[in-house]
């Protein structure tokens, strides 16, 4: 499995990272423990097979530089699951379309999650969240400020080897 994922710059992910660490102190299981980046995942496929890899880094390359993270939320349907929505700005949308033509021209093997028209652009927070953690979840976010920052890089991330690979040539 492969995500191409957006990672942030050293100050957006410093707030996550404290995030992340105010959580674990209070028992709730955080990302780091999945994966270490703070990351916004664009498409996860089955395989990088057959995708034109030039033209995916090509349209990486136009970036949206400005990201702002404005809510929290649990996704319906994915129990445990906590996440930091993003503002969908127009560049982000944008750059997400362009991603998935690419990938629609030459891979049918990604998550329909992610696709156009379905994907909500978000940062997880934590996939093991259970159902008395709500409490302490709600009285520690309830304070958060939204977090401002930029995309810094775009990289594909091979989930099982743990492993970032180059979204113009990740052989």
Known sequence: MFSLEMFLEPSADSQIRALW???????IVTL???W????ITLAICSTLDGIDHKALGAVCED???NIKISTYGQFLGAPGVLQLGLTPTRELMALHGAVHDVLDSTNSACDPLYVPDVWIPHC???MGMKAEDLGTLRTTLQ???????RITEI???DNRAGRELSVASPF
């Open 124 to 126: 997880t927070i934590s």
């Open 143 to 149: 304070n958060l400020k939204p977090i401002a920052g």
């Open 36 to 39: 270490a980046r703070p990351h």
């Open 21 to 27: 660490q105010e959580l674990t102190t209070k028992s």
């Open 155 to 157: 990289a594909w991330v």
């Open 32 to 34: 780091p423990e999945v």
């Open 63 to 65: 970036m949206p530089q």
